[in-house]
């Protein structure tokens, strides 16, 4: 580690197998001046199984005194010392505690550099076989119903992989809700239990996976849904024409153009004024 000038070192750990540790990370937990973790139990329990023993102060950093303690650790850096930073798992920063840090350090000058590793967000999107030119993370859905669905709303329509976080008890309720809104064929995938023993990833589309969490599901999961479908103009213009035979048997056109709109992916109010416009013989 350096002597001369301090530095912050953003760690990532495993996921879940502790053989996917890298050879930096074990490095950085026995010779740090100081580390900063998610939960120390837990660093002192990684450390146990890999066989490394932390002589450094540990000390706690999560989301509820990140903003307290970041000053004392970019302090601890300016004076020439090494500082860890490692969530329970995963990437620091990455839905985990770090962000304010960081900014915060590059703005008082001191050196920050990342020991890259296991990724959550990654290892799903990759195994999910779904496209990866272009993706984001989402992150955990709101816990309201209705700001889920707000959420859900502004993402419908995105060209891009989406990967979310969810926990075990949520997930049925939270892939209905993108049925909802993203509709019952969108391609997706569950992942649970990322590198871990129980592994699995799931892939089919949106509706099937809701009728598959159903029932008792457990772990740590992620869902990666695929892009929107394009919506050309002749996508609507085609499907106009089941709108308006659902509405010949009695459904309300807007009912109608819902209904058709879900099951094959596309924008509903453009469907509606697609079935208007063929209704009218426009």
Same mark, same amino acid.
């Given at each position: 580690?350096?002597?001369?000038?301090?530095?912050?070192?953003?760690?990532?750990?495993?996921?879940?197998?502790? *053989?996917?540790?890298?050879?930096?990370?074990?490095?950085?937990?026995?010779?740090?001046?100081?580390?900063?973790?998610?939960?120390?139990?837990?660093? %002192?329990? $990684?450390?146990?199984?890999?066989?490394?023993?932390?002589?450094?102060?540990?000390?706690?950093?999560?989301?509820?005194?990140?903003?307290?303690?970041?000053?004392?650790?970019?302090?601890?850096?300016?004076?020439?010392?090494?500082?860890?930073?490692?969530?329970?798992?995963?990437?620091?920063?990455?839905?985990?505690?770090?962000?304010?840090?960081?900014?915060?350090? &590059?703005?008082? *000058?001191?050196?920050?550099?990342?020991?890259?590793? #296991?990724?959550?967000?990654?290892?799903? %999107?990759?195994?999910?076989?779904?496209?990866?030119?272009?993706?984001?993370?989402?992150?955990?859905?709101?816990?309201?119903?209705?700001?889920?669905?707000?959420?859900?709303?502004?993402?419908?329509?995105?060209?891009?992989?989406?990967?979310?976080?969810?926990? &075990?008890?949520?997930?049925?309720?939270? $892939?209905? !809700?993108?049925?909802?809104?993203?509709?019952?064929?969108?391609?997706?995938? %569950?992942?649970?239990?990322?590198?871990?023993?129980?592994?699995?990833?799931?892939?089919?589309? !949106?509706?099937?996976?809701?009728?598959?969490?159903? *029932?008792?599901?457990?772990?740590?999961?992620?869902?990666?849904?695929?892009?929107? #479908?394009?919506?050309?103009?002749?996508?609507?213009?085609?499907?106009?024409?089941?709108? %308006?035979?659902?509405?010949?048997?009695?459904?309300?056109?807007?009912?109608?153009?819902?209904?058709?709109?879900?099951?094959? *992916?596309?924008?509903?109010?453009?469907?509606?004024?697609? &079935?208007?416009?063929?209704?009218?013989?426009?």
């Amino acid at each position: 580690m350096s002597e001369n000038r301090g530095i912050i070192l953003l760690a990532a750990t495993p996921i879940g197998n502790a *053989g996917d540790a890298s050879e930096r990370l074990r490095t950085a937990l026995e010779k740090s001046d100081l580390i900063a973790a998610e939960d120390t139990r837990k660093a %002192l329990a $990684l450390a146990a199984r890999l066989g490394v023993a932390i002589k450094s102060d540990l000390i706690s950093f999560h989301e509820h005194n990140e903003h307290a303690r970041k000053q004392m650790l970019i302090e601890a850096a300016r004076s020439g010392k090494t500082v860890l930073v490692i969530s329970d798992a995963g990437m620091p920063v990455v839905s985990d505690p770090g962000y304010g840090l960081v900014g915060a350090a &590059a703005t008082a *000058g001191v050196h920050v550099t990342v020991l890259p590793g #296991p990724s959550a967000v990654l290892t799903a %999107l990759v195994l999910s076989g779904l496209p990866s030119d272009r993706f984001s993370f989402e992150g955990f859905l709101p816990r309201k119903s209705g700001q889920i669905k707000q959420r859900l709303s502004e993402l419908a329509q995105a060209q891009r992989t989406m990967i979310f976080f969810e926990s &075990a008890k949520r997930v049925h309720d939270s $892939l209905a !809700l993108m049925v909802e809104i993203f509709g019952a064929k969108r391609p997706a995938c %569950l992942c649970r239990e990322l590198t871990k023993t129980y592994e699995e990833a799931v892939r089919a589309d !949106l509706g099937t996976l809701v009728e598959y969490t159903e *029932g008792e599901v457990l772990g740590e999961i992620c869902i990666v849904v695929g892009p929107a #479908p394009a919506t050309a103009k002749g996508d609507t213009n085609d499907l106009a024409g089941d709108v %308006l035979e659902l509405a010949a048997l009695g459904v309300k056109l807007k009912d109608a153009a819902a209904y058709v709109a879900k099951k094959n *992916g596309v924008r509903k109010n453009d469907l509606y004024q697609a &079935a208007l416009a063929a209704k009218d013989g426009k």
